[in-house]
């Protein structure tokens, strides 16, 4: 097994390089049994500060060490951030975990100290989480007695949630992004941000999940789920997407929205009269179907575009990046990081043709015909393997539609 791992945690700190390979972990010898990456994982995890002891090869240097330390706790991280441009600070949450609070707030702290005045909240693809989470964050944003979000069980009782006054960023533009595939709690942050004129939403109608729901197990392989709760803004509006015709249409109906032009056309986005509400500063929005954005980015890529697109943001070109990264390694020492991030990506062309031989032993059915995407992406992975995510979503941001059109408004465009 070889290695990569998080910055921070005891691998690092004792000396154990990106690529040198595992071969024997305490008394198990690792190399030779045609070991599955999970059965690797389980015989090196353990608890925290029990010792463990390894047996290494490390390419680069053609030599074999041993290495002892203590395991320790690997941080898995929801929150990304880093300044775009002067004054304009850039925050990712790919989750809502118990651990998000206290990383936006890192984030927020940093970003200020570095002069930030104005926002750009990534949302896309985050499926939700802790309620609390998001409300945490919400109240961010939000001046006292706001409210964030309304939750109504299933008895009809009804508890709102108001902001405090721990709001660090009460003032200054923020612009949130969401997608079809933001829910949940990231549905209550951007309809708790939109309801109260704090910020624009910009991207594609969020996925519609206002349900609070507790799984039942019947006692065979099938399972009962029972609405507990429901979600609404603080206009009023129920966050849920219809759920009449069962679970398996609930959830294809995201990508139903490409068969139906509403991707390529926001007129196509279904709205209902009879569910249109009016925020205190007189914008309409409309309930009924996850949350639709003030400002809309069209996407006309078909469905095969948009799978090549996906599999070239992926974790694939992740470890192709590695693979190759690992046969040369001396090549990238000593490269100063902020060069690295504005530079075109050198050696572009023997990149690309690496990556069409990799994908065609992977047998992955992916087509090269943007190759300037595909170069990005190579760029990006190499910025996080061998800098940070930061790094890695400053270069992939560069053909990022969404930040661009976020960027434009912020300089053009003040919140009433």
């Not at 053609?62 to 441009?85: C, D, F, W």
């Not at 850039?90 to 702290?109: H, L, P, V």
């Not at 690992?326 to 000593?334: G, I, P, T, V």
């Not at 941001?397 to 434009?408: G, N, P, V, W, Y």
Request: charged share 25%.
């Amino acid at each position: 097994m070889w290695c990569e791992f998080f910055r921070g945690v005891p691998s690092k700190a004792a000396g154990i390089l990106a690529g040198d390979r595992i071969l024997i972990a305490n008394q198990d010898t690792l190399y030779g049994k045609q070991l599955q990456s999970q059965d690797i994982v389980n015989i090196l995890r353990g608890e925290e500060d029990s010792p463990l002891k390894l047996s290494l090869f490390r390419p680069t240097e053609q030599k074999n060490l041993m290495v002892e330390l203590n395991r320790g706790a690997v941080p898995i991280t929801s929150v990304a951030h880093y300044l775009v441009e002067p004054e304009i600070g850039y925050i990712q949450i790919n989750r809502f975990a118990e651990t998000t609070s206290r990383e936006f707030g890192k984030a927020m702290t940093s970003l200020k100290q570095h002069g930030m005045t104005q926002l750009i909240l990534d949302l896309r693809n985050n499926p939700g989480g802790y309620l609390d989470t998001a409300e945490e964050i919400a109240d961010t944003f939000l001046s006292e007695g706001k409210s964030i979000v309304m939750v109504e069980s299933n008895k009809g009782e009804q508890e709102v949630t108001y902001a405090t006054k721990e709001g660090v960023f009460e003032e200054g533009q923020v612009y949130v992004l969401i997608n079809g595939e933001s829910a949940s709690a990231s549905e209550v942050v951007a309809g708790a941000l939109q309801d109260n004129d704090r910020a624009w939403i910009l991207g594609q109608r969020s996925f519609g999940k206002g349900l609070v729901q507790q799984q039942m197990p019947l006692g065979t392989k099938e399972a009962v789920r029972l609405t507990t709760a429901r979600y609404y803004t603080p206009t009023g509006r129920s966050i849920q997407r219809a759920y009449d015709k069962g679970n398996e249409a609930y959830y294809d109906e995201v990508q139903e929205r490409y068969q139906t032009g509403e991707i390529a056309d926001a007129t196509k986005i279904p709205q209902n009269d009879s569910l249109a509400f009016t925020t205190p500063k007189g914008r309409v929005v409309y309930g009924g179907g996850g949350i639709v954005p003030d400002i809309y980015v069209a996407n006309t890529a078909s469905l095969d575009e948009e799978w090549s697109s996906y599999l070239l943001r992926s974790n694939l070109i992740n470890h192709f990046v590695f693979r190759e990264l690992d046969q040369r390694r001396k090549d990238f020492e000593d490269l100063d990081r902020e060069a690295f991030i504005t530079s075109a990506l050198a050696e572009k062309e023997r990149w690309i043709t690496a990556l069409k031989q990799y994908i065609k032993e992977q047998g992955v059915p992916l087509q090269l015909e943007n190759e300037e995407l595909a170069t990005t992406a190579i760029h990006s992975y190499l910025g996080l393997q061998l800098f940070d995510e930061a790094a890695h979503l400053k270069i992939l941001h560069r053909q990022d539609e969404f930040i661009k059109k976020a960027l434009q408004e912020l300089k053009e465009k003040p919140l009433d």
